[in-house]
């Protein structure tokens, strides 16, 4: 696990990730507590990518029976599911 | 009371007469379904005239009229066929195997070895899900995204319990591994994943996009028209790293015997769109050399894709399990 990805900044990099490589529009700011799935920021592409990028910066395995959208809400929801995961 | 009819003649075919005759002699199990593909030809009037209808306006001058007599009796004959290649399925799948040459295996063996796993596309094409339950029977370990018929909720429960008897069950007989039913939240996630085990997803590139697949679709050059397509596979592959290769299962002129090619893997380096129209150019190429081998000639498919308007036809739209029934 990466330094940068410790505490709060897990949300910042998430947030960075999802804002420019996902949704890239100018301007675009995403709050940590916004629907994800019900905007349609995510679809099943764009989790894709976001499960690639979190398992790649935070050193975790997403199984195929935690993909489900309880755990991709937001991004707060999305930070506890990892941290959940980093802390077993 | 024709509806009714058809029906009935349905139930005689897909569940007495082709358990009877499937493992017969094959010149045999396959002459009684060309008869039959002839009979049921002859008796859906409606169905006949709605394939003729839509094959004209789609392929346009690509077909002269007996040209499309032929492709509409050869369509129906086609759909008693598959039903037998289903039935020939069961077991080892060997009453089928010894009827299908394959070639370009090579290509999956090659993908394999190179350890990202591959992903075979094909499209609603001839005995398309057969094709893949005989490269599971190969001992290939080959997972579908796929979304059958009779998991739809709008269905008839007698349409489900046809449709998993007819469709789901002998084809995945093969397959060691449960489908990934498409539209579901993290598919394309499921699919990396079966990817990174390094084995084989398969996928057909024209069905069509609905609001559960959570996606938005493109409109890509198809059959003289703009479709609305999901150019997914290609991101997939370009995250995974995984080769597409596209497969086609064809029927040869006896009605008996089939060849399954597999291509050599397909660019997708680049810009998504375009490395799907390069995908969906292959589907089109062997959709015009052999249409009656493409089982969407209705027109409820080909309004959901895009490729024609609802409005302004003689023939009404029907639901998804209707149109394809023959």
């Known amino acids: ?88 | 009371m024709r509806f009714g009819f058809l029906r009935a003649e349905f139930i005689v075919y897909h569940f007495i007469i082709v358990p009877l005759v499937a493992f017969l002699p094959a010149y045999f199990a396959y002459g009684v379904a060309i008869r039959r593909g002839d009979f049921r030809c002859w008796l859906d009037k409606s169905s006949r005239e709605e394939i003729t209808y839509v094959l004209e306006r789609v392929l346009g001058g690509q077909l002269s009229p007996e040209e499309r007599t032929r492709v509409v009796r050869d369509f129906f004959r086609l759909r008693s066929c598959e039903t037998v290649d289903a039935m020939r399925l069961a077991g080892s799948g060997r009453s089928l195997a010894r009827l299908v040459k394959m070639r370009g295996l090579e290509h999956i063996e090659a993908a394999l070895a190179a350890g990202k796993g591959a992903i075979l596309c094909s499209a609603h094409f001839g005995s398309v899900n057969c094709s893949f339950s005989l490269l599971g029977s190969l001992g290939f370990p080959v997972t579908l995204v796929a979304r059958w018929s009779y998991e739809d909720d709008h269905s008839f429960p007698i349409l489900r319990f046809f449709d998993r008897l007819e469709r789901n069950k002998p084809v995945v007989h093969h397959l060691d591994h449960p489908n990934i039913r498409r539209g579901n939240f993290g598919v394309a996630v499921e699919a990396a994943n079966v990817l990174r085990r390094d084995e084989l997803i398969v996928i057909l590139l024209d069905h069509i996009v609905t609001a559960a697949d959570r996606a938005q679709p493109v409109e890509i050059d198809f059959l003289n028209g703009q479709a609305s397509m999901l150019p997914g596979v290609i991101t997939i592959a370009q995250i995974t790293g995984a080769p597409v290769l596209i497969s086609f299962m064809r029927r040869a002129a006896d009605w008996r015997h089939q060849v399954l090619e597999i291509s050599p893997p397909m660019p997708v380096e680049g810009d998504t769109v375009t490395a799907f129209r390069r995908c969906l150019a292959v589907v089109d190429a062997a959709i015009r050399r052999d249409p009656a081998h493409w089982r969407p000639w209705k027109l409820s498919h080909l309004v959901k894709m895009g490729l024609l308007p609802a409005e302004g036809t003689r023939f009404p739209v029907q639901s998804e399990e209707e149109s394809i029934r023959v």
């Open chain 1, 1 to 88: 696990m990466s330094e940068s990805s410790k505490g709060g900044s897990m949300e910042f990099l998430i947030n960075a990730h999802i804002s420019h490589e996902l949704v890239d529009k100018p301007g675009f700011s995403l709050k940590n507590d916004t629907p994800l799935l019900e905007s349609g920021i995510l679809n099943s592409l764009s989790l894709l990518k976001l499960v690639v990028f979190l398992e790649k910066q935070f050193g975790v395995v997403v199984p195929a029976d935690e993909l489900v959208p309880d755990n991709f809400k937001t991004i707060d929801v999305i930070c506890a599911y990892l941290r959940s995961k980093q802390g077993r």
